[in-house]
């Protein structure tokens, strides 16, 4: 369905107790061109309304009942929402009635104003076997009736309800569709379209569906249409939103129609004389959204506002329809906000001055007097999507977000550490003012828990600094020195702390003693090497791995000995430090564009070696051909360059950040920029892209180490002007 959830993970299903059409279900299954035209007339169209009576999604339903009843999922007609019908001839119909609607199992069947209607008869999903052929009817993307052919697959348990597995490609739209067998019967809806793959779906089994039709629950269309609807005697909704009572509270989504996604919900309740107070809860979904308080509204573009914006708190006067018109009064960041979290707003307006809290703690203070009187209310930002509730408006409104006094807090937080539990002194304190008490303990909890992930953080920077001086130490040595297999270990360390190296070395001791076994006495250099392949890729199956190539695991050489699969580079380095170890010389790297590759240098000439492939021999012909295929450039053997062990570090260190800059964030991507500049301090693209990563993780002062490095190392092809424009930004 169009601009709607088919992640709702259910959907629904019909039984009826009417008479089905005599075709259907067929004695024998049908082909697809006589059932898509057999169910043609069954299959119904569901569009919904939002605000405006502008069209919001595209579903589909069916018919389930000759009286007029049609099934579909409760989120294709949403709740409180005008929905029209369409059958297949184009006519539409009025709906009278929500028969029947279950939110968890997000189901529902309307009653149309007309009978006559051609049914679909239920099947038993139960005895649905897998591998079974289905197919489905729909509206994909707005195309309506579309016809697509699969099989049952699976069927898997998703939030506590076993729904049916198919391989169908499934599209929005189709939600609330049947999906059916080759004999015309309904065995389960359309609900869910899987986010891995374009041809697999989901829907529920028919079969939950026949409890709900035994026993409906009915609601004329009239007063459907009011669920979730605020009271017009209690609020006033302005420039638009979704504002729906939900939970006790009041619920907002959706942009409003003024600047900046403004919109308001403004209370009908008179604003008393000066001194008055305003207070509600308020949580956001989003830190980067807004929304909180308002008034002095003059229902129109004119009110104050003090709310949470991005993480801060705001105080703003609002004079006219866009940003130019508005004034911040103050921002800051405070403490006492507690993020993705309930908390409480409260403005005091004595006339010539208003006071605005947070959680109790008093944050602005203004004498301000752009504006008076007007309603008061909650307003919002954006397309924030928030939750309201406690909303006060009067005199002096109650207030239990006042903190508790420092004597009863210590006593809580040492008691709660205490096998006894609380004393009664402690109790009776606490039971004057509940909600502060409790609030209490949690900001103590959330305070704990913060201090817990900075100290992992901190665990994994530490961790990650000695990780890549270990790194750097290896290469203070001349490069015949390094341990080269011990050098890549240390870079599968740097994601994962709990590497035992030690095990690795000796496996790979294990590996080279095997190999040492089958030497004979007169083996050469190129047998040796050859037996070495052969135990390697053929014996023990290592290999490359194409069917999952960017996985990070590629590049973690543990990972390459416990699953014998990895990169061209990685597969690379264990022949190379195989063959040192097993005494076989000048087997080297070639740093290949696109394609790692190994060499060995003997008297008789070069053989290249392609270890991605199995260990395969390479011609000069076939190597130049392989360099052509990854770098799309002719490049003759004899310029392929040999790679320093310098160089295949930092080589594969950028792969695993070429994945990684994928998903991970920029603070993150440090960890293997670091390595790279302290192996290589005067390569100025390292140093230009630590720089650009500080940045982003707003670690200024570092950045400006880089940047000021640069300015002085003045690098060729380096647009210095745009990097002291950067430094001085930053200033």
């Given at each position: ?10 959907g ?5 107790t ?6 259907l ?18 299959i119904?169209?569901?569009i ?7 069209e919001e ?7 389930v ?7 579909t ?12 019908v369409?059958?297949a001839?184009?006519?539409?119909l ?7 609607w279950?939110?968890?199992l ?33 509206t ?12 049952l ?6 939030e506590?309800v ?20 080759l ?6 809806v359309?609900?869910?379209k ?56 009041i619920h ?24 008055f107070?305003?207070?509600v809860e ?11 308080l308002?008034?002095a ?5 004119r ?6 914006s ?7 006067r ?8 508005w ?15 309930w ?9 010539n ?21 007007g309603?008061?209310g ?6 924030t999507v ?6 006060q ?23 709660s ?7 009664e002194?402690?109790?009776?304190g ?22 817990a ?40 360390k ?14 790979l ?25 052969g135990?390697?890729f053929?014996e ?7 069917q ?7 590049s ?16 690379s380095?264990?022949?190379m ?19 790692f ?10 053989q ?6 199995g ?42 950040m070429?994945?990684?800059?994928q ?39 570092a ?5 000021e490095?640069?300015l ?20």
């Open positions: 369905m169009h601009n709607f959830r088919v992640s709702m993970a259910l629904l299903f019909v039984f009826t009417s008479a089905i059409g005599q075709a279900p067929s004695a024998e299954p049908l082909d697809a061109k006589r059932l898509a035209k057999q169910i043609r007339d069954s119904v169209v569901l919904q309304f939002g605000r405006d009576d502008n999604g595209v579903g589909t339903g069916f018919v009942s000759a009286d007029g009843l049609i099934a999922s409760l989120h294709v007609i949403g709740e409180g929402r005008p929905v029209q369409r059958l001839n184009g006519d539409e009025e709906v009278t009635e929500v028969h029947a279950d939110r968890t997000d189901l529902a069947v309307l009653r149309v104003n007309k009978t006559g209607l051609t049914p679909l008869p239920i099947g038993d999903s139960a005895k649905l076997s897998q591998g079974a052929s289905v197919v489905a009817m729909g994909p993307h707005g195309l309506d009736f579309s016809f697509v052919q699969g099989v697959s699976a069927r898997r348990t998703l506590n076993e729904l049916l597995q198919v391989a169908l490609p499934i599209e929005p739209g189709n939600s609330g569709g049947p999906m059916l067998d004999h015309g019967r309904v065995q389960g359309i609900t869910l899987s986010l891995v793959t374009d041809n697999l779906g989901f829907a529920v089994p028919s079969n939950l569906l026949k409890p709900l039709l035994e026993k409906p629950n009915p609601v004329p269309i009239k007063r459907w249409m009011t669920i979730g609807q605020l009271s017009q005697k209690a609020w006033t909704t302005v420039f638009g939103g979704h504002w729906r009572r939900k939970g006790g509270g907002v989504s959706h942009a409003g129609e003024s600047f900046g996604g403004r919109t308001l919900c403004l209370s009908t309740k008179d604003v008393p004389e000066t001194p107070e305003l207070a308020v949580k956001i979904n989003d830190e980067s959204g807004a929304a909180g308002a008034w509204a003059d229902g129109g573009d009110h104050y506002g003090f709310y949470p991005a993480g801060q708190m705001r105080l703003t609002f004079d006219g329809a866009n940003v130019f018109s004034t911040i009064l103050d921002q800051r960041l405070t403490r006492h906000y507690l993020p993705g979290d908390n409480r707003l409260k403005v005091r307006n004595e006339g001055r208003f006071y605005c809290y947070v959680n109790g703690h008093l944050i602005f203070e203004s004498s301000d007097r752009g504006l008076s009187g309603r008061a909650l307003a919002k930002f954006r397309n928030a939750s309201f509730r406690n909303f408006l009067g005199t002096k409104v109650q207030d239990d977000s006042t903190p508790i006094a420092p004597s009863l807090g210590q006593a809580l937080i040492s008691e550490n205490l096998g006894s539990g609380f004393t002194e402690t109790i009776t606490a039971g004057k003012n509940p909600a502060s008490a409790l609030r209490h303990l949690d900001a103590e909890a959330k305070r704990l828990e913060q201090k992930a900075k100290l992992r953080q901190s665990s994994e920077q530490l961790h990650r600094r000695l990780v890549r001086d270990q790194l750097a130490a290896l290469f203070e040595a001349d490069e015949e020195s390094v341990d080269l297999f011990y050098a890549s270990m240390l870079i599968a740097i994601d994962d702390p709990a590497i035992d190296v030690a095990h690795y070395e000796q496996q001791k294990m590996m080279v003693d095997e190999i040492r076994e089958q030497f004979g006495d007169g083996d050469d250099e190129k047998v040796r090497l050859n037996k070495l392949l135990f390697l053929r023990n199956g290592f290999h490359g791995s194409r999952d190539y960017y996985n990070q695991a590629n973690y050489m543990n990972r390459v000995l416990d699953d014998r699969e990895g990169l061209p580079i990685t597969l380095v264990l022949v430090e195989l063959a040192r170890r097993c005494g076989i010389p000048d087997v080297v790297g070639v740093g290949a564009p696109g394609h590759i190994v060499k060995h240098v003997r008297k008789g000439g070069e290249y070696i392609d270890p991605f492939d260990g395969k021999l390479l011609t000069i012909e076939q190597t130049e051909a392989l360099v052509r295929e990854n770098s799309g450039r002719s490049i003759p053997v004899s310029e392929l360059p040999v790679s320093s062990k310098r160089e295949i570090v930092l080589r594969m260190l950028r792969n695993l070429g994945v990684a800059q998903k991970d964030a920029p603070a993150d991507l440090l960890r293997y920029v670091e390595p790279m500049v302290a192996l290589q301090p005067d390569s100025a693209f390292d140093r230009w892209a630590r720089a650009v990563l500080l940045i982003q993780s707003r670690r200024f002062d950045a400006k180490e880089d940047l490095w640069l002085q190392a003045k690098p060729e092809g380096m647009d210095l002007e745009r990097v002291l424009e950067i430094y001085q930004s930053l200033q």
